[in-house]
């Protein structure tokens, strides 16, 4: 009983201390790179903090639009979900996707922590998807002219977020008419556990909840792509570079959705798991989203 105990209390330190050390990374990171926006004269950007009653507390995002709007014109909105050790900041700073706000789209921003865009298996404050589904779609749709329908919102995401993008538009495909993955990391929740990643395997625990449980089945984009309806599925745009470790997962998962008959494409670029392949890929990933989403 003891070492029972014993255990409990080195996998709760475990824990907080990987919590702990994620968030002063994170901290770290932000004031080591200055936030400098790579914006266009004819978009505007905005950062704002709501607050959000799925994780009870104020979180922030960023939000880049066309600078000039007429009134009663509604946009169509593409959420942009970031990697690991990333912020909201991610994707204005590291890329040039502020020029596709020019043709007339919403960019939101949303901060996800180190959540794997997930609800915690272990802890029940941690409603991630909850907070990028619910909350943050009716803030911003509530403050911005944002369009309503679901032909008009697209879910996209690198490494982390582009496993946030895929598994949320699986759970849900009533609210996404183009969901994006570039080096999506879809492996995460099927991740075998390893005394050398301890605390990795830790934290997705918490997230994902134990091996083989309900709640790693409820979000493991493999499991959620064989027992869906093809025909209320999102368009999925997915890509990898030749050079990730991920390469292999994305062409098991493409050829899943192959064989379900979803509406996909998935391309092998080239280049490395870095802002550098995913901002080259900006150009068709947003061409695809233009075919298959309502952007009028």
């Known amino acids: 009983m003891n ?152 879910i996209m995401g690198v490494s982390m977020g582009g496993f946030g993008a895929v598994k949320i538009a699986l759970r849900h495909p009533d609210l996404y008419a183009f969901a994006g993955g570039l080096s999506s990391a879809l492996d995460a929740p099927g991740r075998p556990f390893s005394i050398a990643r301890i605390g990795q395997y830790r934290h997705y625990r918490s997230i994902f909840g134990p091996v083989d449980s309900a709640s790693r089945r409820d979000n493991d984009p493999f499991v959620l792509a064989r027992s869906a309806d093809p025909s209320k599925m999102p368009y999925f745009f997915l890509t990898c570079g030749n050079q990730e470790g991920l390469l292999a997962t994305n062409r098991s998962f493409a050829r899943l959705v192959a064989e379900r008959h979803f509406p996909y494409e998935f391309h092998v670029v080239v280049g490395g798991h870095d802002w550098q392949q995913w901002n080259r890929g900006l150009d068709a990933v947003f061409s695809s989203l233009f075919d298959h989403m309502a952007t009028r």
Request: hydrophobic letters at 35%; glycine letters at 4%; proline letters at 6%.
């Open 3 to 154: 070492c029972f105990r014993n255990h409990r209390k080195l996998a709760l330190v475990l824990c907080t201390l990987l919590a702990l050390t994620s968030a002063c990374h994170k901290a770290e990171r932000e004031s080591s790179y200055p936030d400098q926006p790579r914006l266009t004269p004819k978009v505007v950007l905005r950062d704002f903090t709501f607050h959000s009653a799925s994780l009870n507390r104020d979180m922030p995002y960023r939000v880049v639009m066309p600078a000039s709007v007429s009134t009663g014109v509604k946009f169509p909105t593409v959420y942009l979900l970031h990697g690991g050790n990333g912020s909201f900041r991610d994707w204005s700073n590291e890329t040039d996707v502020a020029r596709f706000a020019e043709r007339g789209l919403i960019l939101v921003m949303p901060d996800g922590d180190e959540s794997w865009y997930t609800n915690s298996a272990e802890r029940p404050r941690d409603r991630y998807e909850d907070y990028i589904t619910q909350d943050l779609v009716a803030d911003v749709e509530a403050r911005f002219p944002a369009a309503t329908r679901r032909e008009s919102r697209a």
